[in-house]
């Protein structure tokens, strides 16, 4: 072997290295992507504080009591709830069932 040829196959070879390893990465990432990365922000500073206190708004003068309102709701009677005629009262239970056991 030539000079030449030792410098192609080790060259050649660190292509295919490089290659496979770029194959790998990609493959590991199609197969479980990178996980959400939690990025913490600082907090802006709060403003500063105002020299004087703020006055509080104005209330409201009322001149009249206001009228009381009243709503005439309609009531309705519920109807009876209809009791099947042919039903057996709850405490009764049925026959027992015949099994080739109890022969």
């Known amino acids: ?20 390893h770029l ?9 479980q992507p990178p996980k959400a990365r939690i990025v913490y922000v600082d907090r802006p500073a709060p403003p500063p504080a105002p020299l004087l206190p703020p006055t509080p708004p104005p209330q409201p003068v009322y001149t009249a009591e206001p009228a009381q309102q009243t709503a005439q709701v309609p009531t309705y009677e519920q109807p009876p709830i209809p009791q099947p005629s042919n039903a057996s009262p709850m405490s009764v239970l049925p026959p027992p069932i015949e099994t080739r056991a109890a022969k």
Do not use: H, K, P, Q
């Not at 000079?3 to 295919?16: C, N, P, Q, R, S």
């Not at 194959?23 to 197969?31: K, L």
């Open 1 to 20: 072997m030539e000079i030449g040829d030792i410098v192609y196959l080790a060259f050649a070879t660190i292509i295919v290295i490089i290659c496979l």
């Open 23 to 31: 194959g790998a990465f990609w493959v590991s990432r199609v197969i």
